[in-house]
């Protein structure tokens, strides 16, 4: 039970943090979490409003692409470790290698070019995935560690509007379970993908959706916020 109740107060806390701008620039004082079904509750311009919220997760293909970042690091280490290259090496992919194929299909190259620029015999214009590579290398230690980063791979993104309308989607087949003693019900779509940098500033308004939700508003992790739908 005592977990069960954490477990609540973590998911109300997480609801408050994607409803608070909204909530501010609604003029809003004082909302109910306690309930389910909706999340939350409040009244606005003398209506009983109920708002669910529900988290949006559109970094499945980057997921993707850091699974296959964090084996190409392991082999990029071994293969250093292997070939007597020790120190700590910090490697930085260029954007060219976004395709998950392509950073499985080139580890090859990528070690030919990340020993290549360690050891100075090449240089970044002659390499077709790497971007840069810094060493510090350490006369006391025959170990090797390696960071690797892709070059732009952290830069802020928009989700794309499938992964928003599949939200509303799943939300609508519980539109009926709601309470039917409020007089509208809002739906608040969060992007909590802070490891990702995904933002809601380039989401645009939705003109043809099928939803009783009287509003649709979406909010990131770093306050952002739109109304991309209100019912006339």
Not at 11 to 39: N, T
Not at 71 to 85: N, P, Q, R, T
Request: proline fraction near 3%; include cysteine; charge should be neutral.
């Amino acid at each position: 039970m005592k977990k069960e109740s954490e477990h609540i107060q973590r998911q109300k806390a997480c609801e408050m943090v994607a409803f608070m701008p909204i909530m501010q620039s609604l003029g809003l004082s004082e909302v109910d979490i306690a309930g389910e079904a909706p999340d939350v509750r409040f009244e606005y311009n003398g209506l009983k409003i109920g708002l669910e919220v529900i988290d949006c997760y559109p970094e499945r293909f980057d997921m993707a692409k850091e699974g296959a970042i964090k084996k190409l690091c392991s082999y990029l280490k071994g293969e250093l470790y292997s070939k007597g290259i020790y120190g700590l090496h910090s490697v930085c992919l260029k954007e060219t290698i976004y395709d998950v194929r392509r950073i499985s299909n080139a580890k090859e190259v990528i070690l030919e070019e990340t020993i290549g620029l360690i050891k100075n015999t090449i240089t970044t214009e002659n390499c077709k995935y790497v971007h840069s590579v810094g060493s510090l290398v350490s006369i006391h230690s025959n170990e090797t560690h390696l960071q690797l980063s892709v070059n732009g791979l952290y830069q802020i993104k928009t989700p794309s509007m499938e992964d928003i309308l599949a939200c509303v989607e799943k939300k609508n087949t519980l539109y009926s379970t709601y309470d039917k003693t409020l007089d509208e019900i809002w739906l608040l779509v969060y992007i909590p993908t802070n490891e990702n940098h995904y933002s809601t500033r380039g989401v645009k308004p939705l003109t043809d959706v099928k939803t009783k939700f009287k509003r649709i508003y979406v909010s990131d992790w770093i306050h952002n916020y739109r109304l991309i739908y209100e019912q006339i």
